[in-house]
């Protein structure tokens, strides 16, 4: 038996929802049949702030069940087989026989990631530890390194996934897989703690290198929350079996993309090469910072910025997919401070943001 407390929180509802779709005919529904359903087997237990209006005029526990069904996507507990239609998946249901008593679940890298699932309160090997990967050791492996580029990551990435079954996997299994092969090339500024996302740099740059490798068509996103190589991908790996560096034209730049050419392997010196990288380090840095900038604000660390500097990060959240982000900074922008073109275009993000959720 279940011990819920005031469901108030995002993370509240996720048991509860899971619950409700296992209890369905099919273990599946409707968006809107899903949502009121849950409502009416847990409305005395939710909280009243979740029967005010949005913006949009949904109901914020509408809204948050939303968000909660896009973070349970991610972790492989629900899924979409039609659009519109919500599921429960085989391992949710595993989820729930194996946690009876639980009322939340947890993931290792915080709000919204796509890793490991952890019943509230558990210890052990179950849950990562350590900045977000299992088994870390007490002391830091030493050299030969070489894991310092994002194309030195997106190599080892692609290695990865060319070895794992179906050439695929969830991304807490890539990552510790990730780990496991190539912890010892990681120089010992990898494991440094980011600021901004708690993680250690060296799992930032393998979500970057993924990015990256996507962008190329080396890798692709056959479903929520799995990670796969392409057959390029596949082709480039056997080709360069001993490369560490993708090389020049693996990642098409704005130019290849509006000719329409297909991006090829070949060399550039060391020179160019170390030009490249530079200046793919200063905007990943100044990408994180900016998203850093973000975050401080909305946890009340830094003051309010002005309304159009607010516009901008609302954009940059968007095309990085930090969804909770676009909403939470739309949310507090004044629309008489900003000129109303910028206002329309902030507002047309955010509401591809939430239609982005809600599908």
């Not at 510790?176 to 060296?202: C, D, H, K, V």
């Amino acid at each position: 038996m279940r011990n819920y407390k005031h469901l108030r929180r995002r993370r509240d509802f996720a048991v509860p929802l899971l619950e409700t779709l296992s209890e369905l005919p099919g273990h599946e529904a409707r968006t809107s049949e899903v949502v009121a359903e849950v409502i009416r087997r847990y409305r005395d237990l939710i909280d009243s702030s979740g029967f005010e209006r949005t913006r949009d005029g949904d109901l914020r526990c509408e809204y948050e069940l939303r968000w909660t069904r896009q973070e349970l996507t991610e972790l492989g507990l629900l899924e979409s087989p039609r659009h519109g239609v919500w599921r429960i998946t085989a391992e949710g249901l595993k989820w729930l026989r194996d946690n009876p008593d639980a009322t939340h679940v947890e993931t290792s890298y915080g709000r919204g990631s796509q890793d490991e699932i952890v019943s509230e309160g558990e210890t052990g090997t179950a849950a990562l530890k350590d900045g977000g990967h299992p088994g870390l050791p007490e002391e830091r492996p030493m050299g030969p390194y070489w894991l310092y580029t994002l194309d030195n990551y997106a190599v080892a990435l692609l290695k990865v996934l060319a070895d794992m079954a179906g050439h695929q996997g969830r991304p807490a299994a890539v990552i510790a897989e990730f780990y496991r092969r190539f912890r010892q090339f990681i120089p010992p500024e990898g494991f440094e703690l980011l600021a901004n996302s708690g993680r250690e740099r060296w799992v930032s740059h393998v979500h970057w290198a993924r990015y990256r490798l996507t962008t190329a068509a080396l890798m692709d996103w056959p479903t929520p929350g799995v990670w796969r190589i392409s057959e390029k991908g596949l082709e480039w790996v056997r080709e360069n079996p001993s490369a560490t560096s993708l090389g020049p034209g693996s990642v098409p730049t704005t130019r290849t993309l509006r000719r329409g050419t297909s991006p090829g392997v070949g060399r550039r010196s060391r020179r160019a090469t170390q030009t490249r990288n530079d200046e793919e380090s200063r905007w990943l840095e100044i990408i994180e910072g900016e998203v850093r900038a973000a975050r401080d604000f909305l946890q009340g660390r830094v003051p309010r910025p002005s309304d159009e500097r607010l516009c901008d990060l609302v954009w940059l959240c968007y095309l990085l997919e930090l969804h909770q982000e676009v909403h939470d900074l739309f949310a507090i922008i004044d629309r008489s401070a900003v000129d109303p073109w910028l206002y329309k275009r902030t507002a047309r993000l955010a509401r591809l943001s939430a239609m982005k959720v809600s599908e």
